[in-house]
């Protein structure tokens, strides 16, 4: 009692009270400043901010040409946001700088990111659970960078929750404390901006209403941790710019084919450099030479040395694009722990859905593809972690790339996750000096971050007329240099506001967009190509807008426009339009467009595309179109057949080839109608109004293969094959022969059998995973009893053995097959085997640019040149 008595004293009572009080008070106010806080906004963030114009293409040239009389203090080599943060820190100093890209700024790695600015919670695992120094200095590391690019381009770049669903209670502490020690390495004093924020918990209710598409299934909570994302190739230009600004010499398009070397120390001390859009060729004269080509730095360094062994081990990356309702509209989602122990990421982007990534080691290429094997791994690792109500369909894939990470390559590594992705400096006998890695260091504000804020767009909507999303993303990816966009917007086009009869079109006023469902302007390509040297549609539809990461489809049906305005802006011959149509092409066949080929794509680059050609303008390109008119009357041959080509000369007016194509689609209706193909095994059933709807997923021929191969594989069954009986527990198995025959019909298990015999229409790569993901919308009638049908609707295994399937249920799992598993393909009037394999998936998605028009612009303008030929004759 006398203890307590002493410890119970006023003063003790008040010392506690007072500390209580200050820990709460100061947890308080730390907590009601988190978050992130922004400049105070101004009246000047109202009004534009003074212009910049960077100097033209051709003077960066004539410069570098002229360095044999003037050197530089440094030539860097490579364009992606490694050597873009190089080139700004050493011109910021005062230092001379040169930096020339191979191929367009960003093109590469840093274009091709999973669009996040994070440290890494998979490596802050390692760093703590195998006690790896390196990977804990590579979190600290990330995170302090995160912290700068949120500083210095806040249009950019924003923080993002992120949650991490728990289905077993004991991970919760464990998620927990690493969110928190997350947090703790996030924190600096010297964050004065406080831009991160605090991770929590989150309940399984509250879990579900803030991401009500994922799985309830045993469900207990969630941690939600905040990590920076950004506009990676939008970033990337930013350094580039503002690298311009600072004094840098910069051109994309040149590359190093050679080193220069000094005779007597035999230091590096230049380059000889190509222009691959001329062929002109020069050098370039540095005190210093840094190679920061990323994945492509073994090359210069063997051009350095020819004995060099490699240093870099790449690794890829593989993302896909998926609609918006795929994801909440403000927040991500991490599965910790796939089906193969990879991480892989759910967030949602620029409107959209990313999902991804891979982690593999990879060789180095140019455009790497996404594999398809690679594409259908993502979607069953989304499938598993969503509501079993959401039918994940290949169909919904917008577009897939592949990124090549630059690792530094450790020859012990079992794989690329044992990697460190910190970077690593190299300096060479001769003095050329590499950095190869994850890397890259920046405090300047960058271009178009000093008058931005949130609320700009507001401004920009009341002074030009835009619509409000249009006006959002112009701020977001340009910051204060949406002013310079919109004034180009209003100097080259007209008032798109529009008086009627009966009422008045007031809004928009301006704001062309280059496609429909998007917010990107026709503008843009205009203030790109004069403001961020744009040389080619390649760099327009992938990095300096997005649309070909977001929707290849849409890239593909806005790709003639884009080529007609750099045309009118660059001086293009309708030649030089061709082939810049043709490499559009090629690009978005490695983000995802189905069916590119050089075969496919011939030498216009245009049939089967059902893309319109861009437009002749003046009597020299009239007269190069003529030409192509006819080199595409005679490509056209086997993709329209015959009837092309004599409609191209004009023998054979509205025949086109179309005879034989009609017979096979009546053939095929009347299949559908009657449900059999004259095989002797009876005249079917008639189909239900849903079967009906699955059968119009299917092309002409491919119900007769079917068909064909579902009957021989039911007749090879022979006795035990089951008929149906009553809808009871009790089987009733009717030997062939010995009872009352019914339709023919085959067990579950036989169902790849049956596809395997069906060749050309793409079911040879369906797995067996793929049947039981497809089986989720179908009702088998053949799964009698309850207990049976809970077996058949999971789809697993041994439960799938004794069921039996007739024809009409088959074709139901035929249809989720194409829905699920076989890509768009956007060709037209195409028999090969890869277009066949995925043409019948087009069923329209938000945004997914599905449904293409037949296109007889070419057939038409044949036929007209043909009768005009003749004409002149007679």
Not at 89 to 104: F, P
Not at 118 to 135: I, N, S
């Amino acid at each position: 009692m006398y203890r307590v008595r002493n410890i119970l004293t006023l003063r003790n009572i008040a010392l506690s009270t007072g500390t209580t009080a200050l820990v709460v008070g100061g947890g308080g106010y730390a907590y009601l400043n988190s978050g992130p806080v922004f400049e105070p906004s101004t009246l000047e963030n109202r009004r534009p901010p003074p212009p910049w114009t960077p100097p033209t293409r051709a003077t960066n040239l004539a410069k570098l040409a002229q360095s044999s009389s003037d050197e530089f203090d440094l030539l860097i080599v490579g364009g992606g946001a490694t050597g873009a943060g190089v080139a700004l820190d050493a011109a910021s100093r005062g230092l001379k700088v040169a930096l020339v890209e191979r191929d367009d700024f960003s093109a590469g790695t840093s274009s091709k990111s999973t669009k996040l600015v994070h440290g890494g919670v998979r490596y802050l695992q390692k760093a703590v659970f195998e006690l790896d120094y390196e990977q804990w200095k590579l979190v600290k590391e990330a995170l302090h960078e995160r912290r700068v690019f949120l500083e210095t381009a806040p249009y950019l770049s924003s923080m993002l929750p992120i949650m991490l669903p728990i289905y077993n209670w004991y991970q919760i502490p464990y998620y927990y404390a690493g969110c928190k020690l997350y947090d703790a390495l996030s924190s600096s004093p010297s964050n004065k901006t406080q831009h991160t924020q605090s991770s929590y918990l989150m309940s399984r209710s509250r879990a579900l209403e803030t991401f009500p598409m994922l799985k309830q299934q045993g469900l207990v909570g969630a941690v939600v941790y905040y990590d920076g994302q950004h506009n990676d190739s939008r970033m990337n230009i930013a350094l580039v710019m503002t690298a311009v600004r600072e004094g840098a010499v910069v051109a994309n398009y040149c590359e190093v084919t050679s080193l220069e070397k000094d005779q007597q120390t035999g230091k590096v001390n230049g380059a000889i450099v190509r222009d691959t859009l001329t062929g002109n060729s020069f050098t370039v004269k540095a005190k210093g030479v840094i190679n920061a080509t990323g994945p492509f730095s073994d090359s210069l360094l063997k051009m350095d040395n020819p004995n060099h062994e490699g240093i870099v081990q790449a690794s890829s990356g593989v993302h896909i694009t998926l609609p918006n309702y795929y994801s909440p509209r403000k927040m991500g989602l991490l599965d910790p722990s796939t089906s193969d122990g990879r991480v892989i990421f759910f967030l949602p982007w620029q409107g959209f859905t990313i999902a991804g990534t891979t982690d593999a080691k990879a060789s180095v290429t140019k455009d790497p593809v996404a594999s398809e094997e690679e594409i259908r791994w993502v979607l069953d690792e989304v499938r598993r972690y969503l509501s079993p109500d959401i039918k994940v369909r290949r169909g919904d894939v917008l577009s897939a790339w592949s990124g090549l990470r630059p690792l530094v390559r450790n020859p012990a590594a079992a794989d690329t996750q044992g990697l460190v992705r910190n970077h690593m400096i190299y300096v060479s006998p001769s003095g050329l000096l590499t950095i190869a890695g994850e890397s890259g260091r920046h405090t300047l504000k960058l271009l178009g971050s000093s008058a931005w804020h949130p609320n700009m767009f507001i401004s920009l909507i009341q002074r030009y007329g835009i619509e409000t999303d249009v006006a959002q993303h112009l701020a977001a990816d340009f910051g204060d240099r949406a002013w310079s966009v919109c004034e180009e917007m209003v100097e080259h086009e007209s008032s798109l506001s529009e008086k009627g009869g009966d009422g008045v079109k007031r809004w928009p006023v301006h704001g062309k967009r280059l496609v429909d469902g998007l917010p990107y302007l026709e503008a843009e390509i205009r203030y790109v190509i004069h403001n961020e040297y744009a040389l080619k549609p390649t760099d327009i539809l992938a990095r300096r807008t997005r649309l070909s990461f977001l929707n290849v489809q849409s890239a593909l049906e806005c790709l003639p426009r884009v080529v007609d305005i750099m045309g009118e802006e660059l001086g293009w011959t309708y030649t030089e339009k061709r082939m810049r149509m043709r490499e559009g092409v090629e690009f978005l066949g490695s983000m995802g467009l189905v069916g590119v080929s050089k075969a496919t794509i011939g030498t216009s680059g245009l049939v089967g595309f059902g893309i319109r050609e861009p437009e002749a303008r003046g009597f020299r390109q009239r007269v190069e179109r003529l030409g192509w008119d006819l080199v595409d009357g005679v490509w056209a041959v086997p993709v329209l057949g015959l009837g092309g080509l004599i409609g191209g000369l004009g023998l054979g007016l509205g025949l086109w080839g179309r005879s034989n194509r009609d017979s096979v689609d009546n053939r095929s209706a009347k299949e559908m109608k009657t449900g059999g193909i004259g095989t002797g095994t009876g005249t079917g059933t008639p189909t239900s109004s849903y079967s009906s709807y699955s059968r119009a997923k299917f092309e002409a021929g491919e119900m007769v293969a079917l068909k064909s191969a579902f009957v021989q594989v039911a007749r090879a069954r022979g006795a035990e094959i089951l008929t149906r009986g009553a809808e009871t527990e009790t089987e009733t198995l009717t030997m062939t022969g010995t009872g009352t025959p019914t339709e023919p019909k085959i067990f579950l298990s036989d169902i790849l059998t049956v596809l395997s015999q069906v060749s050309g229409y793409g079911y040879e790569d369906v797995k067996e995973k793929d049947v039981e993901y497809a089986l989720g919308d179908v009702v088998l009638t053949g799964a009698r009893g309850k207990k049976e049908k809970e077996k058949v609707k999971g789809g697993k295994g041994e439960a799938l053995k004794g069921v039996e399937v007739d024809w009409d249920e088959f074709v139901e799992i035929c249809g989720n097959l194409k829905e699920i598993s076989f890509a768009p393909d956007p060709r037209q009037n195409d028999n090969s085997k890869s277009s066949r394999m995925v043409m019948a998936s087009r069923i329209p998605v938000e945004k997914s640019g599905g449904g293409f028009k037949r296109n007889d612009t070419i057939l038409s303008r044949l036929i007209l040149l043909s009768l005009a030929l003749v004409f002149l004759l007679v």
